[in-house]
DNA sequence: TTTAATGCAAATACTTTGCAGGAAA
DNA sequence: TTTCCTGCAAAGTATTTGCATTAAA
């Protein structure tokens, strides 16, 4: 892991949430942290592949970051406050596996998200 | 309603399922229903403000659009061919809006998608 | 020395805005 | 006329890439 890899995971555990590329950048920069914001986005990149940090999308369609345990799951996403909460998903992977074996396909994967607006909103 | 929101919804039609605004613009160039990327752009934001289309976001960020009511379907895609089926979802149905209400969510909605690779690769 | 990491500036892609000409009322 | 609609070009924003410099191994 990279020095920048590590300042960006800091910079995350800090902010406590979702943070943009650009919020996350602007944090080290305020702590003497100073790194360039190419810099920041690639640190991401690779702790994206890694599974290290979950990447959303806002509803204006900017990239979101935070930090995910290894387990596999879904999200429960406030349009308008962007609360997140994880979900249980075995039905989903299920469905995937079998609809996939269905069509003949091997290697299957999945992606799915729930949105909505929530109580506090 | 205008003469351009028309259109766009028309193509919208044609298209069947999701489509950027960009993939909308193409498909009216291509039948002689010229209007400009700009119009496309300002007819879906009616058309969203509206209620008529549903505004969702591709993993990249693109925004992508979607008649309402439209019965939605999911899709299984291989990662190598890009070949790409139907898939019927009602399970997955139930499970958002399971989910989502047992956190006193509304207003829910969900994306989801099968990949891997199809029999031909 | 050889490789990987960094950051500036430029490039890219999607989307919005300014503005002027044209259509409609 | 007055107002709305249209679209080109320019601006704006998030993100990626080219490339030369620097740090590390």
Known sequence: MSKSETKVLHALERVGGF?????LHMVLKRNQEAIGLTT??????????????DLLRREDGE?????????????????????????????????AQKSGEEHGF???G???EIFG?????
Chains 1, 2 share one sequence.
């Open 106 to 108: 091997r290697d299957i």
């Open 40 to 53: 920041v986005y690639r640190a991401l990149q690779s702790l994206v592949a890694d599974k290290s940090v």
């Open 19 to 23: 943070a943009s590329a650009q919020e």
């Open 110 to 112: 999945h992606t799915a």
């Open 63 to 95: 990239a979101i970051y935070r930090l995910c345990g290894d387990a596999h799951h879904h999200h429960l996403v406030c349009k308008n406050c962007g609360k997140t909460v994880e979900i249980e998903g075995g039905v989903i992977e299920k469905w």
């Open 117 to 121: 607006i929530c109580s506090d909103c």
